[in-house]
């Protein structure tokens, strides 16, 4: 996969890419400033000892739009927002993540999620967990105008659900 790591790599971008079998598709740490557009992920299984994703933000700011994850039935997220990140993801696909979730957002972190389709993934389409967000605040995660649907068939059952805001 790709990797950006702390300030060298601020103002980094990536267009028009196609990422396959990786299993750290793309990983930022300590990145502002970095542009994620019409890049496709597939065939990946997205897992890398606890980084989990097909994209991982770490205290990072990526813009991300019309980007396109295609998971398989071991891929685990397909999108991590952690550590205090923001930056936004829109107009963009996750689907199939077979083993996990479709967006994550933790650890402080205040994305804009807009207009995504999050689309049969193994538990959440999106999930907020202890994200220490404030009710009404203003670093709350801004999630608008998504289609999520067909998350959290878990065992062919329903189990989980398309949007969890959880101890957050």
Request: hydrophobic letters at 30%; one cysteine or more; a positive charge.
């Given at each position: 996969?790709?990797?950006?790591?702390?300030?060298?790599?601020?103002?980094?971008?990536?267009?028009?890419?196609?990422?396959?079998?990786?299993?750290?598709?793309?990983?930022?740490?300590?990145?502002?400033?970095?542009?994620?557009?019409?890049?496709?992920?597939?065939?990946?299984?997205?897992?890398?000892?606890?980084?989990?994703?097909?994209?991982?933000f770490y205290n990072s700011s990526p813009n991300i739009s019309n980007a396109?994850?295609?998971?398989?039935?071991?891929?685990?997220?397909?999108?991590?927002?952690?550590?205090?990140?923001?930056?936004?993801?829109?107009?963009?696909?996750?689907?199939?993540?077979?083993?996990?979730?479709?967006?994550?957002?933790?650890?402080?972190?205040?994305?804009?999620?807009?207009?995504?389709?999050?689309?049969?993934?193994?538990?959440?389409?999106?999930?907020?967990?202890?994200?220490?967000?404030?009710?009404?605040?203003?670093?709350?995660?801004?999630?608008?105008?998504?289609?999520?649907?067909?998350?959290?068939?878990?065992?062919?059952?329903?189990?989980?659900?398309?949007?969890?805001?959880?101890?957050?």
């Amino acid at each position: 996969g790709i990797r950006f790591v702390n300030s060298g790599a601020n103002n980094s971008s990536l267009n028009y890419c196609d990422i396959n079998y990786a299993s750290m598709p793309i990983k930022a740490t300590n990145t502002s400033s970095l542009t994620i557009n019409n890049v496709a992920i597939g065939n990946s299984n997205f897992y890398n000892g606890g980084d989990d994703a097909a994209m991982a933000f770490y205290n990072s700011s990526p813009n991300i739009s019309n980007a396109t994850i295609n998971g398989r039935p071991d891929s685990w997220n397909g999108v991590r927002f952690a550590s205090g990140s923001t930056g936004s993801i829109t107009s963009s696909v996750i689907r199939q993540c077979g083993a996990g979730n479709g967006i994550v957002i933790q650890g402080s972190s205040y994305p804009r999620i807009m207009y995504c389709n999050v689309d049969s993934n193994y538990y959440h389409g999106i999930l907020a967990v202890y994200n220490g967000v404030q009710s009404n605040g203003p670093n709350n995660p801004y999630i608008y105008g998504n289609n999520v649907r067909r998350n959290g068939f878990a065992y062919g059952i329903k189990y989980y659900i398309g949007i969890d805001i959880h101890a957050s």
